[in-house]
């Protein structure tokens, strides 16, 4: 299945800036059911895709708990992403050139407005489950915070309600090393791609765990004095897979997007404003996540009115919420078993 496109001829932005000519692309699986009362909505972390299939296996697709035979599946692809959606990449209207590194400041708040665009157009009036982990999470609070009366179920995974000075300074480290490669401020095709190596590797100690990297990076031979060794080799290749499928430009956007989270801003606080939620909830924290501790599962769920609190024990760290899938699919039986029989 290829992407869908929706147009927004202006996205008015939080900033008061505006976004013109924006395309929001999307894709869906199985049906709506007679009711419509089937449609479950996933929101995808910083540098994944619509295609919700091929990163989320194990969890969304055939066979899977939620699985298109059954739920009508819907994700669409954010806001200053390289994968189909408006980019640093496209032209500016009003310039004829693409915006490179001046790209409008997205927030979390401008990526859940395009969402709720492209809702309307869909013409879904309700929805049974509004699922995210991570970046995505962050979108799924707010949805859930403006709309409270559209979602049944709200289920986040290693996430927050406020961005942490931790994640920030994790992402401004990214950003720097982006920045110090020189193609990145040329402002052309492929500039910042040496930046991006960096940054991933970076990105990746915030994404797994001590023990992780013990099990599986470790080198082999103590009677060897290797020239390199395999977590180096390990931090490369990472390195240059996500240089292969990403782009620079729009990697620092959306994570000055993730860093503008914060529910509580011009709504009396974080505590007020999860308050406002109405979807039933499942809160599902990582013990071994270090960039989205456990302490932040546990403030959402105990400002959400009634949500369920778990934990998931994992040695993968917060890359867990895409790893993870059988574990998580027990605690998303566990958590509909009250009201919803799948």
Same mark, same amino acid.
């Given at each position: 299945? #290829?992407?869908?496109?929706?147009?927004?001829?202006?996205?008015?932005?939080?900033?008061?800036?505006? =976004?013109?000519?924006?395309?929001?692309?999307?894709?869906?699986?199985?049906?709506?059911?007679?009711?419509?009362?089937?449609?479950?909505?996933?929101?995808?972390?910083?540098?994944?895709?619509?295609?919700? *299939?091929?990163?989320?296996?194990?969890?969304?697709?055939?066979?899977?708990?939620?699985?298109?035979?059954? %739920?009508?599946?819907?994700?669409?692809?954010?806001?200053?992403?390289?994968?189909? #959606?408006?980019?640093?990449?496209?032209?500016?209207?009003?310039?004829?050139?693409?915006?490179?590194?001046?790209?409008?400041?997205?927030?979390?708040?401008?990526?859940?407005?395009?969402?709720? /665009?492209?809702?309307?157009?869909?013409?879904?009036?309700?929805?049974?489950?509004?699922?995210?982990?991570?970046?995505?999470?962050?979108?799924?609070?707010? %949805?859930?915070?403006?709309?409270?009366?559209?979602?049944?179920?709200?289920?986040?995974?290693?996430?927050?309600? !406020?961005?942490?000075?931790?994640?920030?300074?994790?992402?401004?480290?990214?950003?720097?090393?982006?920045?110090?490669?020189?193609?990145?401020?040329?402002?052309?095709?492929? &500039?910042?791609?040496?930046? *991006? !190596?960096?940054?991933?590797?970076?990105?990746?100690?915030?994404? !797994?765990?001590?023990?992780?990297?013990?099990?599986?990076?470790?080198?082999?031979?103590?009677?060897?004095?290797?020239?390199?060794?395999?977590?180096?080799?390990?931090?490369?290749?990472?390195?240059?897979? /996500?240089?292969?499928?990403?782009?620079?430009?729009?990697?620092?956007?959306?994570?000055?997007?993730?860093?503008?989270?914060? =529910?509580?801003?011009?709504?009396?606080?974080?505590?007020?404003?999860?308050?406002?939620? &109405?979807?039933?909830? /499942?809160? =599902? &924290?990582?013990? #071994?996540?270090?960039?989205?501790?456990? #302490?932040?599962?546990?403030? *959402?769920?105990?400002?959400?009115?009634?949500?369920?609190?778990?934990?998931?024990?994992?040695?993968?760290?917060?890359?867990?919420? *895409?790893?993870?899938?059988?574990?998580?699919?027990?605690?998303?039986?566990?958590?509909?078993?009250?009201?919803?029989?799948?």
């Amino acid at each position: 299945m #290829s992407d869908q496109f929706f147009y927004i001829p202006s996205l008015p932005l939080e900033s008061g800036e505006t =976004l013109a000519d924006a395309r929001v692309a999307y894709r869906t699986w199985g049906q709506l059911n007679e009711d419509r009362d089937n449609v479950v909505w996933v929101c995808h972390a910083l540098t994944a895709n619509a295609n919700v *299939l091929a990163w989320w296996p194990g969890l969304v697709g055939p066979g899977c708990y939620y699985d298109p035979a059954d %739920w009508f599946i819907i994700c669409a692809n954010v806001q200053g992403s390289c994968y189909g #959606s408006t980019s640093p990449r496209d032209r500016d209207p009003a310039t004829g050139q693409p915006r490179y590194q001046h790209f409008p400041l997205l927030t979390i708040r401008d990526l859940v407005t395009a969402h709720e /665009l492209l809702r309307q157009d869909l013409g879904i009036t309700d929805i049974h489950t509004l699922i995210g982990g991570s970046l995505g999470g962050q979108q799924a609070l707010e %949805w859930a915070v403006q709309r409270p009366d559209l979602f049944d179920h709200l289920v986040v995974i290693a996430t927050n309600a !406020r961005h942490s000075a931790w994640g920030i300074a994790f992402n401004e480290a990214q950003r720097l090393a982006i920045e110090a490669d020189p193609t990145y401020a040329a402002g052309q095709p492929g &500039g910042g791609d040496d930046g *991006l !190596r960096a940054a991933r590797a970076m990105a990746l100690l915030s994404y !797994r765990s001590y023990p992780a990297y013990a099990e599986t990076q470790t080198d082999p031979d103590d009677d060897e004095l290797p020239r390199e060794h395999r977590a180096s080799r390990y931090q490369r290749y990472q390195g240059d897979k /996500l240089v292969a499928r990403f782009d620079a430009y729009s990697y620092v956007a959306l994570s000055h997007s993730m860093d503008s989270h914060n =529910l509580g801003r011009g709504r009396g606080g974080v505590p007020a404003a999860l308050r406002r939620i &109405g979807a039933h909830t /499942l809160v =599902l &924290g990582i013990t #071994s996540d270090v960039l989205f501790p456990l #302490s932040e599962q546990r403030e *959402l769920a105990a400002h959400i009115p009634g949500a369920m609190y778990a934990e998931l024990d994992s040695r993968y760290g917060h890359d867990g919420f *895409l790893l993870e899938t059988a574990a998580i699919t027990h605690f998303l039986e566990r958590f509909y078993a009250p009201t919803f029989v799948h």
